[in-house]
């Protein structure tokens, strides 16, 4: 039982790995471990979609260029054209930046030793602030400013319960940033926590085989086998969460937009 | 107390996931032809529901 006795100190030092300390400059003007993984993203995404639009021919051949094009293709048919409907060819460049650019994110991070830019609360807040800002100019540019401000609230509601709903639909429309990035940087974060977690386990009850090796210490070591394959399952899960969590921000961004653009919402 | 916390704010987490899957399976079981929509649908509430667990954990974790 002693194995257990170090848990607390390992996990502490764990989260203290995980949260922005900065690798050059300082936290106000600098790079944290976090900004140096997104910054890799984002020239990986670049390299990608140049490659990507070099290789392009009139019959997609090979895995890489057809890939990518399931991935946009996807994007097109089932968040652009199914969630935001007529009109989705203006907003579809930017549901795919975004889909993309967070699932290059997620998935460099599940690369064991990197860590992803979408797990510092400070990306993620940029990105659903960038997408609040664009929902809220597209709604303002499509009813104007007034009719934008008086489109929140239901029509067709009776005088005073309409100014009542319009406060709430006003609160809600603001809590949209805020449940975007939270959302998204929980997921990331936790999900780190949690596969560093138990693979710390696995560690701690293959330690003293690998110091000393004796039949004893073998048997120990035999708990660190079941969080391994533990920690195998949780690694499926992630891959599955880093597509679901680019997907799910990419449709409420969506859905945001369809809503802002509605006639007589 | 900030893991009882969390146990707490998980109950609520659990249950929806577990409404998301029994709805899920029920549509499968009455309707075998609309499995992938329904599957896909599943994922994304589950995906929502499970925000809200983690950031419970997550709260734990930080403060």
Redesign the interface.
């Known amino acids: 039982m002693d194995a257990f006795a170090a848990l607390p100190e390992e996990i502490n030092h764990l989260v203290a790995e995980f949260s922005s300390a900065p690798v050059a400059g300082d936290l106000t003007v600098g790079l944290t471990q976090y900004s140096f993984w997104l910054l890799v993203a984002a020239v990986v995404f670049a390299v990608v979609m140049a490659v990507f639009v070099k290789k392009q021919t009139l019959v997609p051949r090979g895995v890489f260029v057809n890939g990518v094009e399931y991935l946009i293709e996807y994007v097109q048919n089932d968040v652009a054209k199914g969630v935001v409907g007529t009109g989705w060819r203006r907003h579809f460049p930017f549901l795919a930046t975004i889909f993309l650019f967070i699932l290059i994110n997620n998935f460099i991070g599940l690369i064991p030793g990197c860590k992803p830019g979408t797990g510092a609360i400070g990306c993620t807040a940029a990105l659903a602030l960038v997408t609040f800002v664009y929902f809220v100019y597209f709604g303002c540019k499509k009813h104007g400013v007034i009719g934008y401000l008086k489109s929140l609230a239901p029509a067709g509601v009776a005088f005073p319960m309409n100014v009542f709903v319009w406060v709430i639909e006003v609160f809600s429309l603001l809590l949209r940033p805020i449940t975007l990035a939270i959302r998204l940087f929980c997921n990331m974060f936790a999900g780190h926590i949690v596969m560093g977690s138990f693979s710390i386990m696995a560690a701690i009850f293959a330690e003293p085989l690998l110091e000393h090796f004796s039949a004893m210490n073998a048997v120990g070591a035999l708990p660190s086998l079941a969080w391994l394959a533990i920690l195998l399952i949780i690694y499926a899960v992630e891959l599955i969460v880093a597509f679901v969590q680019a997907y799910v921000f990419t449709v409420l961004a969506a859905v945001y937009i369809q809503i802002a653009e509605a006639e007589g919402h | 107390m900030g893991v009882i916390g969390y146990g707490l704010g998980v109950i609520g987490a659990g249950l929806a996931i577990g409404l998301a899957a029994f709805g899920a399976t029920g549509a499968m079981a009455r309707q075998p032809e609309i499995q992938g929509r329904a599957f896909t649908v599943f994922?994304?509430a589950s995906?929502?529901a499970?925000?809200l667990g983690?950031?419970g954990?997550?709260l734990t974790?930080?403060s």
């Open positions: 994922i994304l995906a929502f499970e925000a983690l950031i954990f997550v974790l930080i």
